[in-house]
């Protein structure tokens, strides 16, 4: 069950690679196409912060290498956690499996170009989501299966004493 978690991931950075390596060659920087007016459009922008923007206007020098340092943490922990938890194939695996793939496919453009594409825009008139991107997704989704199993998932009954 390893390698179909590892699949996932693999898939995810790939999907995610393919994307920002389409929209960066299709679009200029800020230029966007309308797919669902005044609601979604795909834009082409560039994030040197953390998620959603956050740090993005810092001048520090550091800032760059504390986001991939962080990242590599965040790497090993869920490797871990995913290598311990995949025997079968559970919701736990799939959402660090997606978290696994859409942390690499970010690691990847900060340290080749210290920033992240984003490009998927949601708006309602004047209030917008900040961009994202299909790591972004994965990696949304798999935390959102954990918080489903870790909310649902029924412990098992501790064993009455005699």
């Known amino acids: ?67 991939v340092l962080f990242s590599i943490v965040a790497l090993v922990i869920v490797s871990a956690l ?5 025997h079968s194939i559970t919701t736990t695996g799939v959402g660090l499996a997606l978290i696994l793939g859409g942390a690499l496919g970010n690691l990847w453009d900060r340290l080749v170009s210290g920033r992240v594409v984003d490009f998927l825009l949601f708006y309602v008139g004047q209030y917008q989501w900040p961009a994202f991107n299909v790591a972004d997704s994965a990696i949304v989704i798999g935390a959102g299966l954990l918080v489903i199993e870790i909310m649902f998932t029924k412990a098992p009954a501790a064993e009455k004493p005699l």
């Open 82 to 86: 995913l290598w311990r938890n995949s």
């Open 1 to 67: 069950m390893r390698k179909l978690h590892f699949l996932i991931s693999l898939a995810v950075v790939c999907l995610d690679r393919l994307a920002k390596w389409e929209v960066a060659r299709n679009l200029a920087l800020h230029e966007n196409i309308q797919v669902i007016p005044d609601f979604f459009r795909i834009t082409h922008v560039e994030n040197r912060g953390a998620a959603f923007g956050l740090f993005a206007d810092s001048p520090s020098e550091w800032k760059i290498a504390v986001l």
